[in-house]
């Protein structure tokens, strides 16, 4: 394995400290979409502390760098959980790495939130067919929230990422709202949970409106065919409770192999995205304006926005005043 990353020199000390202000005195709480990244070896990973008899260890790494990430970030969102149910002993895993006061955003299992799933290896036999599970509150809660109650100190919000809903899913936009707001009617209310859409049509009063009298997020995400963080913020009733969940993802209009395969293994940023960055800010300094901590809101920046979501974190930090540019720009 080559863990040669970036030898960017980055104010590691002065980040982490901007971080934690924010989460400790604007419970504004700003991480990246997953954390085992190579290509952040010499960011803020140090290369010595995955050395097994005097050679780089990819499996020490792949066990062992949460808790350096934990040093710097105070949050990260764990994509895994998309992928399958988490399991408590996975979580009690994850929450024996970090520092108390760590928070672990989860994207729910796509066993809840996929109405038909797509044509992938890994669905096997249920690759193409409708989802029998699809909104089933019981399992979410059985399957889903039972492994994480023991740990609750640590979860964040848990977002329930919807991919683009085809008219063979639900033919009116209404039908869908009527169906998220049966099931989050069905949901325990001491969560703090998120829904991300993408189908930019479904951006209508009726979803902001269900969203809001469960006291339920709108996620603000920068994706391939949504529009930009920065007209989601301004649409009418899009902050919908009392507090906000931002995922920076994609340039709108890449599509998502585009960018692995442009910007990996994510070891600089490629393209300077101004507008994602913007609409970060934007939310920020609303949560600054109102000065009203109410429950926490949530940043994830992935790799796949600029080819590396640290320097992206730090310009978003830089934009709003909370960490002073370095004398030398970063790439």
């Known amino acids: 394995m080559n863990l040669l990353g970036s030898s960017s020199s980055l104010p590691i000390k002065e980040l982490s400290e901007a971080l934690r202000r924010l989460a400790d005195e604007q419970n504004v709480w700003i991480g990246t979409s997953s954390w085992k990244y190579p290509g952040w070896i010499g960011m803020i990973y140090d290369e010595s502390r995955y050395l097994y008899r005097g050679k780089a260890s990819e499996?020490?790494?792949?066990?062992?760098?949460?808790?350096?990430?934990?040093?710097?970030?105070?949050?990260?969102?764990?994509?895994?959980?998309?992928y399958r149910f988490p399991s408590p002993q996975y979580i009690e895993g994850l929450v024996k790495q970090v520092r108390p006061g760590f928070r672990f955003s989860f994207k729910v299992t796509d066993d809840i939130t996929a109405c038909t799933f797509p044509n992938l290896p890994r669905h096997g036999a249920k690759a193409g067919k409708r989802n029998e599970h699809f909104l089933n509150a019981a399992l979410f809660k059985s399957a889903f929230l039972s492994s994480l109650a023991p740990f609750r100190d640590y979860i964040g919000t848990l977002i329930f990422e919807f991919s683009h809903l085809h008219p063979r899913d639900f033919t009116r936009g209404r039908d869908f709202v009527a169906a998220l707001d049966a099931f989050l009617a069905d949901l325990p209310p001491e969560w703090q949970y998120s829904v991300e859409i993408r189908n930019r049509t479904f951006l209508c009063e009726p979803y902001f409106e269900m969203l809001s009298r469960h006291q339920v997020a709108h996620v603000f995400n920068h994706w391939e065919r949504m529009p930009p963080i920065t007209e989601q913020d301004a649409l009418p009733g899009a902050h919908t409770t009392d507090f906000d969940t931002a995922r920076l993802l994609l340039r709108p209009g890449r599509a998502y192999e585009q960018a692995v395969a442009s910007f990996s293994p994510y070891t600089h940023t490629h393209e300077v995205n101004e507008e994602a960055r913007?609409?970060?800010?934007?939310?920020?300094?609303?949560?600054?304006?109102?000065q009203?901590?109410?429950?926490?809101?949530?940043?994830?920046?992935?790799?796949?926005?600029?080819?590396?979501?640290?320097?992206?974190?730090?310009?978003i930090l830089e934009k709003i005043g909370a960490l002073r540019p370095p004398s030398k720009s970063l790439p």
């Open 278 to 290: 913007s609409g970060a800010a934007s939310i920020i300094q609303r949560r600054q304006a109102n």
């Open 59 to 82: 499996a020490r790494f792949e066990r062992d760098c949460l808790t350096e990430y934990a040093e710097v970030f105070p949050t990260v969102c764990v994509d895994a959980g998309y």
């Open 292 to 315: 009203t901590r109410g429950r926490k809101t949530f940043i994830y920046v992935n790799n796949r926005l600029e080819g590396n979501a640290i320097n992206t974190v730090i310009a």
